[in-house]
């Protein structure tokens, strides 16, 4: 019974919501976003490596099992990511979110889908243009953490999904700094980068939810 009566009350929300007569988000949400915020501190972890590796100062002439020393860093870096990902996977899928959380959340995936496609598109056409005009080198890589960058910022603008941002700002600053960071610092501000993200994406998750939290006081 109980499911039922949980569905009802997710579709009268969603009517009540698009006739603008309560507040964007149900009260049930402020618990999982807020449940959910420590999963943001997590994309510093990839950071922590590439700053630890780079200040290790590893011999790139001497290799284990075939792979230099900053091959096995970037394998170190990409089974975490994925690893994230597989873990995050499942404990969406394990939760017994409400029918409208579920709901903006599966909405906000679907776009974040198409989001990717039009940026891998996009990445490509980066690719070409560089090879046709001879960019390379740290000119390259800086264009390409703009293109990341301002994607996102377009992602965070387009879903009104504000956590985006801690994203998007980093990673324009990481592009905009790119004359003034060493060449030889190896994944140093990368890492920086990547726990600068983590620790803007918790704080922006944390200051909609004290929001949403206010919204509901005062209705």
């Known amino acids: 019974m109980k499911p039922e009566i949980d569905r009802v009350k997710g579709d009268l929300e969603t009517m ?114 560089g090879r046709q005009h001879g960019i390379s080198g740290p000119a390259f890589m800086a264009g390409m953490w703009l293109l990341c960058g301002t994607s996102m910022l377009l992602l965070a603008t387009a879903t009104k999904a504000w956590v985006f941002l801690g994203w998007a700002i980093p990673m324009l600053a990481f592009a905009l700094c790119q004359p003034l960071l060493q060449e030889k610092s190896g994944g140093l501000w990368l890492g920086v980068m990547f726990i600068a993200a983590a620790l803007l994406c918790s704080v922006i998750q944390a200051l909609q939810t004290r929001a949403m939290e206010k919204e509901h006081v005062a209705d």
């Open 16 to 129: 009540q919501k698009a006739i603008g007569i309560t507040p964007s988000c149900g009260r049930e949400w402020i618990q999982w976003l807020k449940r959910d915020n420590w999963l943001n501190l997590w994309w510093g972890l990839p950071g922590l490596i590439l700053i630890i590796a780079s200040m290790a100062r590893l011999d790139g002439a001497t290799k284990f099992l075939g792979l230099a020393a900053g091959q096995w860093v970037g394998l170190l870096v990409t089974a975490v990511l994925l690893g994230m990902l597989v873990f995050w996977g499942r404990l969406l899928k394990s939760d017994v979110r409400p029918p409208a959380v579920t709901r903006e959340y599966r909405k906000v995936n679907a776009q974040g889908s198409w989001f990717l496609v039009g940026f891998l598109v996009q990445f490509a056409l980066y690719i070409v243009w």
